[in-house]
Structure formats: C-alpha cells, structure tokens
C-alpha cells in the first residue's frame, strides 16, 4: 500500500492534504507535534478521517521514524507568520520564525530521509516568488530550501502558490484573507478581460482545491521533478 506522511498536517493545508490522500486510499500518516496541546483531538479526527497519527519530535529521531514507515511520499506543508512567530518565541524562549521553523524544521525532514536511506517524492508547499537572493526572508528560505531538495537527487514536487485560504481557515488571518480577497476581485476582472492565465496563476487557491491538485500532481508521477504554480494545481484538481 502506497504510504505518505504528512509533516504540517494540522494546517489549513495539511488537513485537507489529509483528508484527500485517505480518501484516494493511501495510508496516509498524519504528523502532530507530540507537545500539541490538541495532540487527543488532532488523534480523534485523522483516525475518523481514516488516516493515522505520528508523533515523533523534532529532533534525530525523525530519522528512525522514516526508516519504520518508509513512505512513498513525504509532504512538507510547515510553515509560520511572524504574528505566530513572535508569540511562540514569547511562550517558549526558542526561535519560531522563518529560519526555524519552515527552513529549520523542513530541513531537518529531508535530512531524516537521507539519513534513512529512503527515496520517497518530497512534495514541498514552497510559494510564489521564492528565491534565495529575496530580501523578504519568507522568499528566501523557501528558494534555499527549493534548491536543496533539487540537490538532493530524491524526486520531487514542488509547489508556488499565491494566497492559499477559505472560509473554512480557522485561524484569524484578517490582512491575509482581505488581501486575497482584493487581489481575486482584480483577478476576476483581468480573466474576464482575457488575462486568463493571470488569474489562474496568481489568484488564491482553497485548501481543498490545492489539496486535490496537489495530491494528483504527486501520486501521477512518483518518480518525478518537477516545479508547479497554482494554475498547474488548478487544472489538475479540475480532472479529479
Ligand atoms: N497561507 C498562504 O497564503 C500561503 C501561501 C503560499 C505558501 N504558503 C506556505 O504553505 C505552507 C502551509 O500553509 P498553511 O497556511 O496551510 O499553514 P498553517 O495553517 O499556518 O499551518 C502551519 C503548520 O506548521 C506547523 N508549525 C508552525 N509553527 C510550528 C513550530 N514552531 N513547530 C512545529 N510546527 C509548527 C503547524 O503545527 P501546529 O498546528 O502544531 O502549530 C501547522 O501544522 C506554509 O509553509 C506557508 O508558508 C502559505
């Protein structure tokens, strides 16, 4: 049975990431981080939703955890803001920003599928626009993480959306979500002027629609490379 593990899971994405691969029938492994507060409620909705949960820390023993599941894919949907960030490093008096966690901790996930002498497809969430030169530190993580993972020699996805949101995002994200919203109504009104391929690449993706691209995108070609935008996403979560 093909197997995936999901690092991020309890994001907006990584539910619906979740969700999806369950239901196309992968035994989809869901990972929490063991000191979540709702690491019981997280267990009671991915075991409903037909996946199963991991929590192995943030440290070598991501490496063990690789070599027992030895999934076919790994997807790395981690990431923070700087509001998160800066209420984390409050709580815990450790960094939580951009270094540390969506370069840091991705980082440490791929070095455990090395370590684990195991090539699954990484599915990396990357965003529009990353590059490692970038002077916006969230661009550039994310480019200097992309070229590792192409260094690597592991097969991989990679995926640049614009804005990812819903109405179904739990979480509070006020500038987020109204600038989505802004840039969608220009976005409407380019593609009905016949800037189509505009709209389709800039304009905000849902979880659920990203999660259906995606998870297509990936499992169609497991030994594959590629770098997708969210029009490739859309158009391949309009054939599922
Ligand atoms: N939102 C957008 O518009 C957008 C656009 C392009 C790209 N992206 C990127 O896509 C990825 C997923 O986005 P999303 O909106 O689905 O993310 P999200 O809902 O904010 O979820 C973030 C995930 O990262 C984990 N995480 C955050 N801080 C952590 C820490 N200090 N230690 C361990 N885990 C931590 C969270 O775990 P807990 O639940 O345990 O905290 C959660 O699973 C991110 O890399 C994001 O930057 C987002």
């Given at each position: 049975?093909?197997?995936?593990?999901?690092?991020?899971?309890t994001?907006?994405?990584?539910?619906?990431?979740?969700?999806r691969?369950a239901?196309?029938?992968?035994?989809?492994?869901?990972h929490v981080?063991?000191?979540s507060?709702?690491?019981?409620?997280?267990?009671?909705?991915?075991?409903?939703?037909?996946?199963?949960v991991?929590?192995?820390?943030w440290?070598d023993?991501?490496?063990?955890?690789?070599a027992?599941?030895?999934?076919?894919?790994?997807?790395?949907?981690?990431?923070?803001?700087r509001?998160?960030?800066?209420?984390d490093?409050?709580a815990?008096?450790?960094?939580a920003g951009?270094?540390?966690?969506?370069?840091?901790?991705t980082?440490?996930?791929?070095?455990?599928?090395r370590?684990a002498?195991i090539r699954?497809?990484?599915v990396?969430l990357s965003?529009?626009g990353?590059?490692?030169?970038?002077a916006n530190?969230?661009?550039?993580?994310?480019g200097?993480?992309?070229?590792e993972?192409q260094?690597?020699?592991l097969?991989?996805?990679i995926v640049?959306?614009?804005?990812?949101?819903?109405?179904?995002?739990?979480e509070?994200r006020?500038?987020e979500?109204?600038?989505?919203i802004a840039?969608?109504?220009?976005?409407?009104?380019a593609?009905?002027t016949g800037?189509?391929?505009l709209h389709d690449?800039?304009?905000?993706?849902t979880?659920?629609?990203?999660?259906?691209?995606?998870?297509?995108?990936?499992?169609?070609?497991?030994?594959g490379?590629?770098?997708?935008?969210?029009?490739?996403?859309?158009?391949?979560?309009?054939?599922?």
């Amino acid at each position: 049975m093909t197997t995936a593990f999901i690092a991020g899971a309890t994001g907006y994405t990584g539910r619906h990431v979740t969700d999806r691969l369950a239901r196309e029938g992968v035994r989809a492994v869901a990972h929490v981080r063991p000191d979540s507060a709702a690491l019981g409620a997280w267990t009671a909705r991915f075991t409903a939703a037909g996946a199963s949960v991991d929590a192995t820390p943030w440290t070598d023993e991501m490496a063990r955890t690789m070599a027992r599941l030895r999934p076919d894919f790994v997807f790395a949907l981690l990431g923070t803001t700087r509001a998160r960030a800066a209420r984390d490093e409050r709580a815990t008096g450790k960094a939580a920003g951009y270094e540390a966690v969506d370069y840091g901790l991705t980082a440490l996930l791929l070095h455990a599928v090395r370590a684990a002498a195991i090539r699954p497809r990484v599915v990396y969430l990357s965003s529009i626009g990353a590059r490692e030169q970038s002077a916006n530190p969230y661009l550039a993580v994310r480019g200097r993480f992309e070229r590792e993972l192409q260094e690597s020699g592991l097969p991989y996805l990679i995926v640049q959306p614009s804005f990812i949101s819903g109405s179904d995002r739990d979480e509070r994200r006020v500038v987020e979500r109204m600038g989505s919203i802004a840039l969608d109504a220009l976005l409407g009104v380019a593609a009905l002027t016949g800037a189509r391929a505009l709209h389709d690449r800039w304009a905000t993706l849902t979880g659920d629609a990203l999660a259906a691209g995606m998870v297509r995108l990936a499992l169609d070609a497991p030994d594959g490379c590629a770098i997708v935008d969210a029009a490739d996403v859309r158009r391949a979560a309009r054939a599922v």
